[in-house]
């Protein structure tokens, strides 16, 4: 616990937390792009597929 509370109060939880916030951007831009081009992707594919048979 002593531990929890130094990492939250002192210098070193504060680039902790930084990195934890790039990380959290990083994921949700991630996610949305992958909802953006999944679409494309998967209509593409099911394209390609449709004129292979």
């Known amino acids: 616990m002593k531990l929890l509370l130094e990492l939250l109060v002192g ?3 504060q680039g902790l937390t930084e990195y934890g916030l790039i990380l959290a951007v990083f994921v949700i ?3 949305c792009g992958v909802m953006l081009v999944g679409p494309k ?3 593409l594919f099911a ?3 449709a004129q292979i048979n």
């Open 41 to 43: 992707v998967s209509a």
């Open 11 to 13: 210098n070193k939880g």
């Open 47 to 49: 394209n390609t597929s």
């Open 29 to 31: 831009t991630v996610i």
